[in-house]
């Protein structure tokens, strides 16, 4: 009896240990797991944490143009970074330009880390914002902003324009081209100098109308100025005028439909307009000017995320940068010889052998020393 009393303390001796034993072992994988838990989700704060928006200018987020090159850089963005939209990436559409100051306030309220403001027309509710705000980083396009917590993204469109514009003298069988702008501003006016730079330069003789819609969000009167432009013998048409342009491509497709000889084309602008040329199995559009601005709002988010931002500073993206080319989608339109005549002026340019004109007044003096 007294062997197996002691066996049986020894037994729960025995047990006890290991019972304790097994304790420590648990709680330590718990730690253990629990640590690494939270680094994992720390990782993905990290991440998540980091929210961007962008306040539209007049025309929607679909204008097919300047907005919608943006929001595809953001979407892109928020797909390479895994953010959602609603949450990590959005926009705020502005229907008017009273629009901007309550668009960007509101963002600025749901906590986004950077607010992109979308077109110059953006820069004086942009600025009093960030101002108000510096604890927000924002970017305007098209503009300059001064402040620590706001980055510049400019564009050297009128080395774009100019290259579409030999493009378009190239084309034209009439020796009259045309230029329909948005809203008269020092920003359009670099888009005409420099096609009626490119055009000059190709065809000292060309003829290049000109008129402005006032408006980038008026595809009706887009449409009429083309009519009346189409009508007076231009069969090359160069918009830089947002959803305004929409109404020149419906235009050219008119005739085109009604007359499929009809010799009628239409440049694109900010992102390659292809798509909109479409008419059966043929197309209107003969180029378009490329605005990467996709390329840079993704750029600068990035920049954000990684803790790079570039507060304060001014970028520019040119020739040299890819930040503007041509699209060479109609490849039926845009011959190799066009191709090769564009590509030999975009060298020029490159090398410093030609400066292209982004005001008026320098276009005249171009001119003149052709």
Request: charged share 25%; glycine share 10%.
């Amino acid at each position: 009896m007294k062997k197996n009393h002691l066996f049986l303390v020894f037994s729960m001796l025995f047990a006890a240990v290991l019972l304790l034993a097994a304790c420590g072992t648990s709680d330590e994988n718990a730690n253990e797991q629990e640590d690494a838990g939270a680094s994992d989700e720390g990782t993905t704060e990290g991440t998540n944490d980091f929210s961007v928006a962008m306040v539209t200018d007049v025309g929607g987020v679909d204008d097919k143009s300047f907005n919608q090159s943006s929001w595809e850089g953001l979407k892109a963005f928020g797909a390479e970074n895994g953010l959602e939209k609603g949450a990590g990436y959005d926009y705020a559409q502005s229907e008017q330009d009273a629009d901007f100051m309550p668009n960007l306030n509101r963002l600025v309220k749901q906590d986004y880390n950077l607010i992109f403001g979308v077109g110059y027309k953006l820069a004086d509710a942009l600025g009093k914002v960030a101002k108000q705000n510096p604890d927000t980083n924002f970017a305007i396009i098209d503009s300059a902003v001064e402040g620590d917590n706001v980055a510049s993204l400019t564009f050297a469109e009128h080395q774009g324009s100019f290259l579409v514009g030999v493009a378009a003298a190239m084309k034209s069988e009439t020796g009259k081209i045309g230029f329909i702008g948005g809203e008269e501003s020092d920003l359009i006016k670099k888009f005409e100098a420099g096609y009626r730079a490119g055009a000059k330069s190709v065809n000292p003789d060309i003829e290049v109308e000109v008129d402005y819609a006032e408006s980038f969000a008026a595809p009706d009167k887009g449409k009429a100025i083309a009519a009346n432009m189409y009508n007076s013998d231009v069969d090359v048409i160069y918009h830089s005028s947002g959803a305004t342009g929409n109404g020149v491509f419906a235009q050219a497709k008119d005739i085109k439909n009604g007359d499929p000889d009809a010799n009628v084309w239409v440049i694109g602008v900010d992102r390659d307009q292809y798509d909109e040329g479409a008419i059966g199995d043929m197309n209107v559009t003969l180029t378009s000017m490329l605005k990467r601005v996709d390329v840079a709002v993704q750029t600068v988010a990035q920049q954000a995320l990684d803790g790079e931002f570039p507060g304060g500073e001014t970028l520019t993206f040119g020739l040299k940068q890819d930040g503007v080319g041509v699209a060479k989608t109609n490849e039926e339109a845009y011959t190799e010889e066009i191709g090769a005549a564009v590509e030999e002026w975009k060298q020029k340019i490159l090398d410093g052998e030609v400066t292209v004109p982004k005001t008026i007044d320098e276009l005249e003096t171009y001119l003149d020393e052709l």
